[in-house]
């Protein structure tokens, strides 16, 4: 088997669990943000016995996981352009950097867009400001299975929400009119996502579903997805991953609405013979929980992640690599609910030196600090043996 026939890499971001604010942060009012570190504290301390074996402690100092011995690749890694949502951070994970930040609307959206969304939708539209989803649910469900009009409403990123119940409009209508809000949020409006939140239950008990689907924009530049499959490597989207990069680099998407599909998918594609990049969101730590400043429920979602990646951690073969990271930060002790501009935690492990420990050896990790974009090249190193010179990024491991 060649090289690249053998080679195997996953590369799994937990959403939302940043480690430090960034040097720029204060720009974003996100100074002095740390969400894992922050949460720790919250809840007494974390117990996520594989991520501390790999490093996580060695990161920075984090109550309840200790500096280990002898960790594997870990350090942190900063974005080199603007923004702190989901697609500034998965992009420049796959090296695409953004010249400017995407449009948001603290404001809400301007009237005369408005007119527009609701003529090319048919629908009209309440809410419109900023709101956590949840609470724009609970506190305008009741007015929109009255009267049918979307809830429509954003955040601090560059975002368009619109929520419907299902009874009241069918998930299918709720997706053409996110693709209808999509075509008309381009040019200067052009939003990083539109994103469709139907949801369910009667006043007082609503609760989205699993259908969210996110209309991204197209990546603005060329991504190491892409050159991976020009090299003719698989690349298999776990979750949002292929809403995010809007398909493009990614050959197979596979279901992740929540943590334990996602996970699923994941030891179900490690099962299967071949090679190619496994790139998974696990989605509750941001979603469900980092939004809602639900800090023992964030912990609960650390735990699960922890476990699923022992259980990896036992199935990988002698040529693969796994990376463990996030995207940006949602700290639970900042002041609002929006994310945060933070570091992103780089914990990788390869099969070889995953099998050199069980016979008595050392891991034999380093410490590395850098851009987003590392990831990328590393998988692309690693899966290919070469480089895309043209994109930001080197890799961390040969």
């Not at 960034?22 to 949460?39: F, K, Q």
């Not at 109550?63 to 989901?86: F, M, N, Q, T």
Request: proline share 5%; glycine share 12%; with cysteine.
């Amino acid at each position: 088997m060649s090289r690249t026939g053998a080679r195997r890499a996953i590369v799994l971001v937990a959403d939302a669990c940043g480690v430090g604010a960034l040097p720029d942060a204060a720009r974003y009012g996100d100074e002095g943000t740390n969400t894992l570190g922050h949460l720790a504290e919250a809840v007494g301390g974390l117990r996520l016995p594989s991520m501390q074996a790999l490093g996580l402690g060695s990161i920075i100092p984090l109550e309840g996981v200790p500096a280990a011995e002898d960790p594997a690749i870990h350090g942190r890694l900063h974005a080199l352009g603007p923004g702190k949502d989901s697609i500034a951070g998965h992009w420049e994970l796959m090296g695409v950097v953004q010249e400017r930040a995407m449009p948001t609307y603290p404001a809400g959206f301007p009237p005369q867009l408005v007119s527009e969304l609701v003529a090319a939708m048919g629908r009209d539209v309440i809410c419109n400001r900023p709101d956590n989803g949840l609470a724009a649910i609970e506190e305008f469900g009741a007015e929109h299975l009255r009267t049918g009009a979307l809830i429509l409403y954003t955040s601090q990123d560059s975002v368009l929400q619109l929520a419907a119940h299902v009874e009241k409009v069918p998930a299918s209508e709720l997706y053409s009119a996110c693709a209808a809000a999509r075509s008309v949020m381009s040019g200067e409006h052009a939003v990083g996502r539109v994103i469709a939140r139907p949801f369910r239950g009667s006043p007082g008990s609503f609760e989205r579903t699993e259908g969210r689907r996110d209309y991204a924009l197209a990546p603005s530049g060329r991504s190491y997805l892409e050159e991976l499959q020009d090299a003719g490597v698989q690349v298999h989207g776990v979750g949002k991953i292929g809403d995010l990069f809007a398909g493009v680099g990614v050959s197979c998407s596979h279901p992740g609405a929540s943590n334990a599909r996602a996970l699923d998918s994941i030891e179900e594609l490690m099962e299967q013979p071949g090679s190619g990049l496994v790139f998974a969101n696990l989605i509750e730590t941001d979603q469900i929980y980092g939004h809602r400043k639900d800090v023992q429920g964030f912990a609960r979602a650390l735990v699960e992640i922890d476990r699923s990646l022992a259980s990896m951690l036992v199935r990988m073969r002698e040529g693969d690599l796994l990376v463990l990271t996030a995207d940006h930060g949602v700290d639970p002790a900042h002041a609002g609910t929006d994310h945060t501009r933070e570091y992103a935690p780089l914990l990788a492990v390869t099969g070889e030196m995953l099998a050199r420990r069980s016979a008595g050896g050392r891991l034999d990790g380093h410490r590395h600090d850098g851009p987003l974009a590392d990831v990328g090249a590393t998988v692309l190193a690693w899966l290919t043996a070469r480089e895309a010179g043209d994109l930001p990024g080197a890799a961390f491991i040969s």
